[in-house]
């Protein structure tokens, strides 16, 4: 079959469909002009995406064939985004966004194409697909079985294994991700197996369990790689080197030597994929192209991100160095006032205009641990505790009525699209008709599902899509609690039709599900944000995880210290004196060590402009500072 190939007179054409695109330089024309299987290893900032996108709009001008499509996979919707937004800007473009092609991440295609497909052969439905929702779930059924509950609390390595359990294998085989499970044989083997069975007939299932539901189809119908392969001829995966082996090797599987295969990564970046067997990793392989220049930001940060790398040639920054890094250390007993600090640091070398500008973040790698013995510095709740909120006792924000009512209205943190807060409002909607004992929903497993099943049904949705409407234009209903007071009579009237004909009006408004919030809804909905004044000015300094923040670009960036786990260190403590040049990483250093550099070579290299690193001043010598000093950093403490 003939493929479309891109040609130097294309490139040079490039600029009439996006004149802010520009590819003058080796690098970038080699990867735009590869037309074989191959990988492509990138720096950040180096504008790897937008290459990517390019590339595409291209095929897209050229692309002959009407049921065969190009195949573009991601671990982030950042980079799903733009690639999109690239496409959607021109005509051309925009044929790739719909059939035969795909654009999305790795789980959504696994999804669409084997495991929903095999679900759905088996009788089996979806009500959420959630990590966390699972956790909760299974932990919560755990602590009402006798000889599981006494494990747990005997055993602190317990609870981790009973929240990841997953299928695992064609064998769809029973494992866990967050520990090494009991032998068939002992008396708490069958009782796990009860709770994922219980929770995959109720809908509930981990990330991990589609790709086995994958690997399992494949198995029963070969067939299927000769239909995927036609299919997909061409085939781009961004963000190549968070793929973990059983991905890759599913991957593998499913596309064959017909296939052309690009795959696009930064080896220094891989935070979100799995360590099991990533010795088996093959990204990049001999002879990719490279991008080693980055567009983001100037020498001075690109020197910092050099020294953390774990592989790979240094980066080098073309951009323009605009405020030396900054080491901010503390003491352990003003941890909580490390974000108001960098706050301040910030509005003092940025103007209103540039703020307006660029995003200004905090990051660190771990959200919450269970570190207790060590000092303060360990976590990101550490710094910030109301961004514990997100995973609260009450459960995941998806089982968290009042929680998912807060998010119809724009958070600091976050530009919430309004399919999105359409998407809260009926996963609310189905949370409350579920409460009221409503037999109308006994089947529906998730909200995307609930008006169609009441259509099916026969039933008026015209009420439901309207209160779905009102709740994802009403920002803010679930502020104040006269606000909340009006909801139960909200929803009564537009369910009135679909709720058991005993139930009135007070005693629908005195169900459990609209009593009060445990977290105060304005710290649900700011919990991402620290709001900083200083010197009559303002700036909200967003917080998250560095995987959360991973492919996003800032214009001023914390890195927040952190306990790595399985580790057992602190990342900073390791990495300043390596960043300071008074030694050089250990090549030997374990799996787990190697992964805090990583960590710290994604963080440090999200700031076009400042770069400021937050370390507690027990964890950094004099040494080290000096050090720092002599390179044109700027080393303060917060006594």
Sequence with gaps: MTLPVILDEDIDALSAIAADLDFADAERRAVLLESGTRDVNAAPGSGKTTVLAAKLLLLARKWPHERRGICVLSHTNVAREEIQRRLAATTEGSRLLTYPHFIGTIHAFVNQFLALPFLRSEGLEVDVIDDDVFANRAIGMAMRKGTLRAWMEKDQRVKPMVAGLVLQGSGLTLGSEGGTLPKPDTKSYPLLREIKLELMEKGVFRHADMFAFAEHMLGKSPILRERVSKRFPMVYIDEMQDTSWAQEDLLDRLFDKSVTIQ?????????????????????????????????????????????????????????????????????????????????????????????????????????????????PGRTLIDYWPPYAGEATSSGSRAERFWALLASSGATADTAATLADRAGDARRATLLVLRAAGSQHVSNVRDGRQLLRRLQEAGQDTTPIRLLCRDLALNNGLALSKASRLAVPGLFFESLKSLLPAELTLDKFAKLPIFEEPDDVPEIEVNRRACQVSHGGRQVNVQIGTVACMKGETHLATMVLESFGWPARRFDLKEAMPVVAGLTVRDLKMTENQLALFRNLYVGMSRPTSFLCVAVNGKRVSDDCKKALLAQGWVVEHLA
């Excluded at 696009?264 to 799995?274: E, F, P, V, Y």
């Excluded at 001999?286 to 980055?294: E, F, K, M, Q, V």
């Excluded at 020197?303 to 405020?323: I, T």
């Excluded at 307006?356 to 959200?367: E, F, M, N, P, T």
């Design 263 to 375: 795959r696009l990564g930064d080896l220094n970046q891989r935070i979100l994929g799995s360590d099991a067997e990533a010795e088996k990793l093959t990204f990049p392989r001999a002879h990719a192209l490279s991008i080693g220049t980055s567009k983001r930001f100037g020498p001075a940060i690109a020197g910092v991100v050099s020294r953390v790398r774990v592989g790979g040639p240094a980066v080098v920054g073309e951009g323009a160095d605009v405020h030396s890094p900054l080491l901010l250390t503390y003491a352990t007993a003003r941890v909580a006032e490390v974000l108001t600090a960098f706050g301040q640091k910030v509005l003092d070398r940025f103007d209103d205009e540039q703020l307006r500008g660029g995003s200004v973040k905090a990051l660190c790698a771990r959200k919450q641990g269970d570190a207790k013995k060590e000092e």
